[in-house]
């Protein structure tokens, strides 16, 4: 018998967890053609299945660890785990949290009573320190992911599922991976009871390291992770849970930041919840699997694994969702600059479309360039309107995937300036938190120009930042030693069509 299968069995959690409801989605179904239920771990009482890991863990701790206390390391869900199941068991807790670490989540864990440490710009700095902390203290780690009894715990979800489907065994269950602790426990129950039932994992395009590493066959490290599900970023999957990837997952499916947010938009109509981004990969997954698989009139489960959104996301959801449900589409345009052509362009080109956005500034006295959000079907109106646009004479580009696009450049409309030369673009991630702009402006030289900045909060712990630079070709050398000496990921943008359209 599978070691961990026993555990699941064993597990003990139901003295904290609840048996979460498998609730039928509506709309969800009705739109899909399909009948979707949706596992409804965002209704725990720190809103995320992780709870159910940390205490199974930590219950079955000797008492002489139990009395030394425990520690973790964590930006948000398993941080609440570990305090609430510390706190009920009478436990000490200490957490270690990045310094970025969005206050709302730094007090929930308080209030369960742990003791919180922050350390370090993100997960990686503060697991660091945590590790300093335990050969300092002897507490005893709880691991987010890569242990037996913590993917026990996640595993209980499989074994409720399958009792609350005992009418109707489900042809697929789609489940988020992060670091793989839910869907080891999931699939390894699942499998070893009805081997026949699909078990899919899904992942942000842009946290992608189980989907690499069983291409790989090996486990990859990512040299970085997208923020906007943070509570999948992880670098590096679990060894345990690689290899119970490898054995029990049929397939892992990879959605972006448009398809999650518009995931989200889902749930919230037929729960009217909102989940977190990480919570609602699992309807993002269903959604993309019945599009390329065509199926219909099957019983499909996603996993909502968690609802700790950050408040000042949500309008950022709620603009990509629109893109994510393929109702809208953006257009880099470039016009001849004279009188009555915008005119020209909106009767012929955007006729009675309804526009979502748009943005021009003059630019020379040849040319404009304008960026247009239209309202559509994507699907089946975006080719017939890029091509009304190039019949009209129009230089035009359908620039709706370009994340750069999106979050900065229709921001900054107007062209190159035409008295600039060498200049440089760039697109950096800053940690979100006092004093990281500063750190970047006084180690830059005095004479390298700063040519453009733009900024935009996502709620992550990094912020996103778009800036521009002026330097002389032959200090194009140490400027790209000041970058790497600051240590901010960044990308250089030069080479990027749509930003030279524009920039």
């Not at 892992?252 to 037929?270: M, R, T």
């Not at 921001?411 to 938190?433: A, D, L, S, T």
């Not at 630079?469 to 600051?486: A, V, Y």
Request: glycine share 8%; hydrophobic share 40%.
């Amino acid at each position: 018998m599978d070691t961990i299968f026993r555990l699941i069995l064993t597990a003990r959690v139901y003295d904290i967890v609840k048996e979460t409801p498998l609730d039928f989605a509506v709309n969800l179904s009705k739109k899909l053609n399909n009948r979707i239920l949706l596992k409804r771990e965002d209704l725990q009482d720190v809103f995320s299945f992780k709870i159910r890991g940390a205490y199974n863990k930590i219950v079955n701790l000797s008492e002489e660890q139990k009395k030394k206390g425990v520690i973790a390391a964590s930006a948000g869900n398993h941080a609440q785990g570990v305090a609430l199941s510390s706190k009920v068991l009478g436990i000490k807790a200490v957490i270690v949290m990045p310094e970025t670490t969005p206050q709302i989540k730094v007090e929930a864990v308080k209030r369960h009573g742990a003791e919180v440490v922050l350390k370090g710009d993100n997960y990686s700095e503060a697991y660091e320190y945590c590790k300093k902390l335990i050969k300092e203290t002897g507490l005893t780690y709880i691991p987010p992911f890569d242990d037996e009894l913590v993917i026990a715990g996640q595993g209980t979800i499989g074994l409720e599922i399958l009792r609350q489907t005992s009418k109707e065994i489900p042809y697929a269950v789609f489940v988020p991976i992060g670091g793989g602790g839910l869907i080891s426990g999931i699939a390894t129950y699942i499998k070893n009871i009805y081997p026949q039932v699909k078990i899919i994992g899904v992942e942000p395009t842009e946290s992608n390291a189980m989907y690499l590493s069983i291409k790989e066959g090996k486990r990859v490290v990512l040299d970085r992770v997208g923020i906007f599900a943070d509570g999948v970023a992880v670098k590096e999957v679990g060894e345990i849970t690689f290899e119970k990837t490898k054995e029990y997952v049929d397939e892992i499916i990879l959605v972006n930041v448009d398809e999650i947010a518009s995931a989200i938009k889902d749930i919230y109509y037929d729960t009217r919840h909102i989940v977190e981004p990480a919570g609602a990969l699992g309807v993002a997954g269903i959604k993309k699997y019945i599009k390329d698989k065509g199926i219909k009139n099957k019983t499909l489960v996603a996993i909502n694994s968690g609802a700790n959104m950050n408040f000042d996301r949500l309008s950022y959801v709620a603009e990509r969702a629109i893109i994510g449900e393929k109702q809208e589409a953006l257009y880099a345009v470039k016009i001849p600059e004279r009188p009555g052509e915008f005119k020209k362009f909106c009767q012929r080109v955007i006729q009675d479309k309804n526009v979502s956005e748009f943005h021009y500034r003059i630019s020379s006295r040849e040319e404009a360039y304008l960026l247009v959000g239209l309202t559509i079907d994507y699907e089946k109106e975006n080719q017939k309107i890029l091509e009304r646009m190039r019949k009209e004479g129009y230089y035009a580009m359908d620039v709706t995937p370009n994340e750069l696009i999106k979050d900065h450049i229709k921001y900054m409309i107007g062209g190159k300036c035409p008295f600039v030369e060498n200049e440089i673009f760039y697109n950096f991630r800053f940690p979100e938190k006092a004093g990281a702009l500063m750190k970047f402006l006084n180690n830059m030289k005095e004479r390298w120009n700063i040519t453009a900045f733009h900024y935009r909060r996502h709620g992550g712990e990094f912020g996103r930042v778009f800036v521009g630079f002026e330097i002389p070709k032959e200090e194009k050398e140490e400027f790209n030693k000041f970058l790497n000496d600051l240590n901010y990921d960044y990308t250089e943008e030069t080479t990027n069509i749509a930003c030279r359209l524009f920039l």
